[in-house]
């Protein structure tokens, strides 16, 4: 089993920042992506950004230019740098990670419970 803790979110004005952490735990033998996505009041679940192991980072259009998001390998860890918040960024965060827990294993995605940001106009 892996889990994934989360931290930071909180209420900020907009043009505000905030930082969220991702931390995974267990059984991991290697780790494809760690990434965020988020999910706002009765809209469906989006990625917001991820990093892949292999190097690359895939953003939202509506991000690029205002996060930023940083992968430690060897932390299992992964920051997300929310800059010039907008009040549609407003959601709950979850952040997402591709695990392989044994050698030759299955994929397996797992998800954080979320952490709300809020952003006041």
């Known amino acids: 089993q892996v889990q994934l803790v989360e931290s930071g979110g909180g209420l900020v004005q907009a043009g505000g920042s905030l930082r969220l952490s991702c931390a995974a735990s267990?059984?991991?033998?290697?780790?494809?992506?760690m990434g965020w996505y988020r999910q706002a009041a009765g809209k469906q679940r989006e990625l917001v950004a991820v990093?892949?192991?292999?190097?690359?980072?895939n953003y939202a259009d509506s991000v690029k230019g205002r996060f930023t998001i940083a992968a430690d390998s060897a932390k299992n860890m992964v920051d997300l740098q929310m800059s010039s918040l907008k009040p549609e960024d407003t959601a709950a965060y979850h952040c997402?990670?591709?695990?392989?827990?044994?050698?030759?294993?299955?994929?397996?995605?797992?998800w954080g419970q979320g952490t709300q940001v809020t952003v006041s106009s």
């Open positions: 997402n990670a591709l695990v392989i827990s044994t050698r030759g294993g299955p994929l397996r995605s797992y």
């Open positions: 267990g059984i991991i033998f290697s780790i494809n992506s």
């Open positions: 990093a892949i192991s292999d190097g690359r980072i």
